[in-house]
Structure formats: structure tokens, C-alpha cells
């Protein structure tokens, strides 16, 4: 028996059907079974589901969902798919709830094609929800399902499928709710709903309502399923409002609200008083109304508000433009950070006359430093800068509403050197591209790009193909860096001593990176197994918050002084300084510390779901910076041997560098300063320094050659 059975009801064309299937068969957890269901053989789908039958023994085609064994049960349909992980993760947190009835799936609702995509957690639960959770975001335990769900509820695959969650909500003994987001359903693009389909939307309210007559249910519990099912009624009818049969259901609407309505429950004002009354002539007039005046109330708020600053910031363009001003922000506004600070503070030193400004959000004023001034996003003085600033900086976009102006300069530093694809690359990988929004709106900002910093050749190609536009590039490396050069005798001591760092310990940087699909990482990777079978010698710098929450052996692991959580820190290159190695997954600071030369080891456990789910630009696993490690074992096994620090180690590293770390030299921000404010000639600017004469800050422990591992 499968721990699990998906089953994909079919209806119409084969559409993204492939996309649900291969979801399934690509999924880390293999105990399953994939059922599709009433593909008429040699219809398009019918054949796609035969392919994938032929060439994969869990694919199972089926006239019902009888036939289905597992012991939970998920339902997807063709716009639907699963996350990368998304089994594994349901099956863990299913272990540590026992057998309920029904687990809430975190999920996302993804625009057929632009916008960002609406995720829904149930953090407090499904009956916290206006309207039922679909049927695609929970899985039922299948004895549970198949005892309190007609078999033709469960066979039909419906435009709106509210008698499965209806009923299933109904009867449910024991649930639980997995936050993590593990269904991701293409929106389709429709507006209104076909005809048919308010009467039969009508029918699956009727048979949970008649279900729940008979059921012993807490009042308070009846009235929101109550309520749930009605409010999905009313925002299909609020849709398709004179579509027809349009007056006909909403009576039948009505005559069912009334013989249900639970005691107790109270009928709000406006839709919900007019469906009692089955007022549909009154419902469509309140409709029109309410869409005229929410519109007219939107329209006005955002107008008075946009026209205030239109007016303020056409105003301030209209002005002279500011020769003398720069404007520097980083990661929307969140502090002095990056690239744009590093920039900030050589302009102070080489080009005193310019006034630079610090962009920020209002929160983080008190975390600026005194010595520069602030300006809070979105003020009048923020619309002023931007207006009549000659020089701008930011490692990310500026707001759609900022133009670019003729005789200014915008320098785009961006944040890291690319291993995953960025700007219109990430087109062709679904998930990601659903999150970045229109790329039409994207490239019209980067047509504001006058300039974009490179700190290597290979980030000079991707820019040019991710963002392409009529920017320059300037390949004199990243100013955040520079301080892998340039930091005082007796830093590395004092952050070192800062941090808490027992002297004479090796501190190792843990830093993985952000993933856009499910992973339970704290459940994948015992850390505070990691930082016990390290041993004395070894001191862990955690940079992930998610580690630390709720785990009583990282608590006891940081009381132990084997762990400090670095996470909280602004500074990413004091925590690199102070560490004496790195250890990293795909996160792009894997290139930022090869410039100080220090061991690097990859823990790359997901590195085939990482790549195929967001797309690289190179094969890390055979041009890795140092020792590759695919288990927790294996990472262990690398750091106490000694491989580590050892001869193969620094062979790779030397390779990674040669590759990555070709402009970096510490003098990038100079390089910046004097060719953008200053406007001296590119002969005139400081010449990288070749890789074999940089000198980079040593680490506070030096580390001893282990044995010679073999080569990979």
C-alpha cells in the first residue's frame, strides 16, 4: 500500500496536464501512486496519460478514484502541480501529527501570466478562511474520504469544487495545517463562469448542507461552513451577475440560504441580506454600485495620492538638475548596505563636493549610521532627490513611477554574482517567472540603466543576455568586497572578539540560500547533530533564522558555544572576516568569499531540484570552489578529516577564483567613484591588480593542509 495516491481528475483537453504528471514523477519521495482519471482513450489527454503509463509503472490510469490504494489521498487537476519536496514535506509533518483526517497544504494561486503569485498558509486554521480551502490544497486520509464523499463527488473535476472540502470539512474528526507551500494552480484566465455552472456550484452547496443537517456539529463550527459556502456563491455570482440563468440561481440561492441558515448566524448588510431575500434585481443594482464606488473610492485615494506626488516630483523635475547630488539606495530601502554603501563611502573620500543621500525605509532610521543623511522612501524629500539628482546608485530596481531623467546617471551595483538565473532567463522556469511579475514592466527599468557593475567576466555575459538594454558595463569588480583587502590589522580580532568567537576555534560560516519550492531544511539538516560531531576544535556561525526556532538542541548548542547565530547581523562581510571558512549550498556569497581565499565546502543535498525548479547558469557540482559534500555525513566526514583545508581543496578554490574573482582587488570602489563622479578616463583609473599579487586578509586561524583528498 502507497503512502500516498495522487489522483488528477480530467476534464476537456490535455492542457498543462504533462506539467501536473511530471510534478508528481519528479517528486524526492518515491512511495506513491499517480492515478489520472477519465481520460477517454485517444483523446489528447488520453493519449498523454498512455504515454506516461507505458513509460512509468506509478502511473495508473482508472475510471474512478476507487481505485486508488494509498493511504492518503491529494487531488491535482491540469493547472495544478506539486512542489519540488512537496511529498516529502507532507509526509514528515504527517509523522508528527499521527493519522488525521485531513492535512491544510500551504499553496499559491500563480496568475495565468503576470503578477505575483497569492499564497494561502491556513496559520490559524482552514476555518479562518472566507471561503472553503480547494480541494488540490489538503490531503485526506483515504478511509476518512472514501466513507464520507460519494464516489461521484470524488470522480467529477469541476471549474469549482467546493463538495469535496465542503464535506470533508463537515466530517473531519482531527486535522492539522503544513504552512509550507506545496501546490502552486495556474489561475485560468477567465472572467466569468460558464453557463451551467452556477446551478451545479448550487448542487454541491445543497448536498454539504443537507449532510450537515443531519450531522451533530458545534454551532460555531456549522455556521462557517455556513458562511464559507455561501461567500464562494456570492463571488461567482458578483462575477457573472446577468450571465445566463443568472436570475434563477440566485433564487434558488436564496430559498437554500434561508431553510439553512444555522442558528445564531447573522446576516450581514448588502449581499448577504439581498440573497436571504432572493433580491436579485436589487443584487445586480447593488453590484453595479459597489463596483462604480470602489472603483471611484480607489481611483480617488490612489489619484490624491499619486497626483501629490506626480505634482511633487514633475515639479521637482522641472528644477535645475542637481550636479552635485547622488542618491544611494540598497534592497528596497531595507539600510546602508551592499554595494551602494561601500560606493557612499568612497564618494565621501575622493569626491567630497558631491552631497550623497541614503534612500531608506522609515524603520530603519535608527539603524543609520549618524554620519550620513537619510531620506525616507516615498517623503517629499524623497521625491525631490530623485527628481533633480544627477548620480543615482541601487543594487536593485527603483519604483516604477521614478523616470529617467536626460543628463542623469544611474549606476546599476546589483547584490551577488549570478549562479541562478536572473532577469528575462528566468522566463522559461514557470514558478519563478510567476514570482518576478511582468517582464515587460522589468525591462522598461533596466532601459533606466546607464551603467552595470561587474565583478567578473562571467556576470558581464549573464547581465548582457538577462537584462538586455544599451546599459555600459563597468567591470572594476564589487566595492562591498573591497574590505577583503583593505580591512585594518586587528579587524578580524575585534569582530572575532564581538561575535563571542572562543580563540583558537575555527569558525565555520554556515550560510545556505533562499529556495522557491518547499523544504523543511531544519528536518534535512540536524544542525545541532552538525555542531556536536564537529567537536571542540570548531565554532558554527549560523546565517539562516529558521535553524533556531523551537529546537532545544540548537538552544543548548549555542549555550555550549559550539553555535553563534550571526543571522541578525547588517554586515555580511564582518561575518565573512571572522569566519575561517565557509559553508554554503547555492547562495551567491559563495563568490564574495573566494576573495579571501579561505576553504570553501559545498553542501549540495538538492542540487538536481535546485536546478531544474530556478535555473543555473553553470554546473556547480563540477566546477565547485572546494570539497562537495551531497549528505550530512559526508559534510561531517569533510570537515573532521581535514579534506577541508587539504591540497584538493585549495586546487579547486584556485580554479573557482581564476573564474570569479577577476576585478575584485579592493579598489573596486574607487574605480566606481572616480569614473561616474569624477569622470576621469578609464586609463586614468587604478588597474586591477592581478589575482597572484592581492593580498587578502588573513583569517584568524590558519588553516592546517589535511590529507590529499582524491579527485571527484
Not at 569 to 597: G, H, K, P, Q, W
Request: aromatic share 8%.
Amino acid at each position: 500500500m502507497p503512502r500516498f495516491s495522487i489522483i488528477v481528475p480530467i476534464q476537456g483537453g490535455a492542457g498543462r496536464l504533462p506539467s501536473a504528471l511530471d510534478s508528481v514523477l519528479t517528486q524526492s519521495f518515491p512511495d506513491f501512486e499517480l492515478i489520472p482519471v477519465c481520460a477517454a482513450p485517444g483523446s489528447p489527454a488520453g493519449v498523454v496519460v498512455a504515454e506516461y503509463a507505458a513509460r512509468d509503472p506509478r502511473v495508473t490510469p482508472a475510471g474512478s478514484p476507487q481505485a486508488a490504494t494509498g493511504t492518503y489521498l491529494l487531488f491535482l487537476d491540469t493547472d495544478t502541480a506539486l512542489s519540488p519536496g512537496a511529498l516529502a514535506t507532507v509526509h514528515a509533518r504527517l509523522r508528527e501529527t499521527g493519522d488525521v483526517d485531513v492535512l491544510y497544504l500551504g499553496h499559491e494561486r500563480v496568475p495565468w501570466w503576470e503578477g505575483a503569485p497569492v499564497t494561502e498558509r491556513f496559520e490559524d486554521g482552514p476555518g479562518s478562511c472566507v471561503r472553503l480551502p480547494p480541494v488540490w490544497a489538503a490531503a485526506y486520509r483515504r478511509t476518512f474520504l472514501t466513507d464520507h464523499v460519494p464516489e461521484a463527488a470524488l470522480l467529477q473535476a469541476r471549474r469549482t469544487d467546493i463538495s469535496r472540502p465542503g464535506l470533508a470539512a463537515l466530517a473531519a474528526g482531527k486535522t492539522a495545517v503544513l504552512p509550507t507551500v506545496c501546490v502552486r494552480h495556474v489561475e485560468p484566465r477567465r472572467s466569468r463562469p460558464a453557463p451551467g455552472d452556477h446551478d451545479d456550484l448550487l448542487d454541491q452547496i445543497e448536498l454539504v448542507l443537507s449532510r450537515a443537517a443531519g450531522a451533530d456539529l458545534p454551532e460555531d463550527r456549522r455556521r462557517t461552513l455556513f458562511r464559507q459556502l455561501f461567500a464562494e456563491f456570492l463571488d461567482t455570482a458578483d462575477r457573472a451577475a446577468g450571465a445566463p440563468c443568472g436570475r434563477a440561481s440566485f433564487r434558488r440561492a436564496g430559498r437554500l440560504y434561508r431553510r439553512h441558515r444555522p442558528a445564531g448566524h447573522r446576516t450581514g448588510g448588502g449581499r448577504d441580506l439581498l440573497l436571504r431575500r432572493g433580491a436579485y434585481t436589487a443584487f445586480r443594482a447593488l453590484r453595479a454600485l459597489g463596483r462604480q464606488t470602489a472603483r471611484a473610492r480607489a481611483y480617488a485615494a490612489r489619484s490624491t495620492l499619486r497626483r501629490r506626488h506626480a505634482l511633487l516630483y514633475a515639479w521637482y523635475r522641472r528644477r535645475p538638475l542637481d550636479r552635485n547630488l547622488a542618491v544611494f539606495a540598497a534592497y528596497w530601502g531595507r539600510g546602508y548596505a551592499c554595494n551602494p554603501a561601500a560606493v557612499h563611502r568612497k564618494a565621501r573620500e575622493l569626491a567630497p563636493h558631491i552631497r550623497s543621500v541614503f534612500l531608506v525605509k522609515e524603520k530603519e532610521l535608527p539603524h543609520m549610521p549618524e554620519d550620513v543623511e537619510s531620506v525616507v522612501i516615498g517623503s517629499r524629500r524623497y521625491w525631490e532627490v530623485m527628481g533633480r539628482a544627477k548620480y543615482t546608485f541601487n543594487n536593485v530596481n527603483f519604483e516604477s513611477a521614478v523616470r529617467k531623467r536626460p543628463g542623469t546617471v544611474h549606476v546599476q551595483t546589483h547584490h551577488g554574482t549570478p549562479l541562478k538565473r536572473m532577469g528575462v532567463d528566468q522566463i522559461e522556469y514557470r514558478a519563478v517567472a510567476a514570482a518576478t511579475g511582468s517582464f515587460g514592466r522589468l525591462m522598461r527599468r533596466v532601459d533606466r540603466w546607464d551603467c552595470s557593475l561587474s565583478s567578473n567576466a562571467h556576470s558581464t555575459e549573464v547581465w548582457s543576455g538577462a537584462y538586455p538594454s544599451a546599459f555600459t558595463h563597468l567591470e572594476y569588480g564589487y566595492p562591498r568586497n573591497d574590505r577583503f583587502y583593505t580591512a585594518a590589522p586587528g579587524e578580524v580580532a575585534a569582530i572575532r572578539k564581538r561575535l563571542g568567537i572562543p580563540e583558537g576555534r575555527v569558525a565555520l560560516l554556515y550560510a545556505p540560500t533562499y529556495r522557491d519550492y518547499p523544504r523543511d531544511v531544519a528536518a534535512q539538516f540536524d544542525l545541532a547533530r552538525f555542531c556536536a560531531e564537529l567537536g571542540p576544535r570548531f565554532v558554527v556561525l549560523l546565517r539562516a533564522h529558521y535553524f533556531l526556532d523551537g529546537n532545544p538542541g540548537l538552544q543548548q548548542a549555542v549555550a555550549d558555544g559550539r553555535l553563534i547565530d550571526v543571522t541578525s547581523l547588517r554586515d555580511t562581510e564582518d561575518v565573512c572576516l571572522a569566519s575561517d571558512a565557509l559553508i554554503t549550498d547555492y547562495s551567491s556569497i559563495m563568490f564574495d568569499y573566494a576573495n579571501l581565499d579561505r576553504p570553501i565546502v559545498t553542501y549540495a543535498d538538492d542540487w538536481d531540484v535546485y536546478r531544474d525548479t530556478r535555473g543555473v547558469y553553470f554546473d556547480l557540482l563540477a566546477e565547485p570552489p572546494g570539497h562537495v559534500a551531497r549528505t550530512q555525513d559526508e559534510l561531517i566526514r569533510v570537515l573532521t578529516s581535514g579534506e577541508w583545508s587539504d591540497e584538493r581543496s585549495a586546487e579547486l578554490r584556485s580554479r573557482f577564483r581564476a573564474r570569479f574573482c577577476g576585478f575584485d582587488d579592493g579598489q573596486a570602489a574607487e574605480r566606481v567613484v572616480r569614473r561616474v563622479l569624477l569622470g576621469q578616463p578609464e586609463e586614468e583609473l587604478p588597474p586591477v591588480i592581478p589575482l597572484r599579487d592581492r593580498l587578502p586578509v588573513p583569517a584568524a586561524v590558519a588553516a592546517v593542509p589535511g590529507p590529499r583528498a582524491p579527485a571527484h
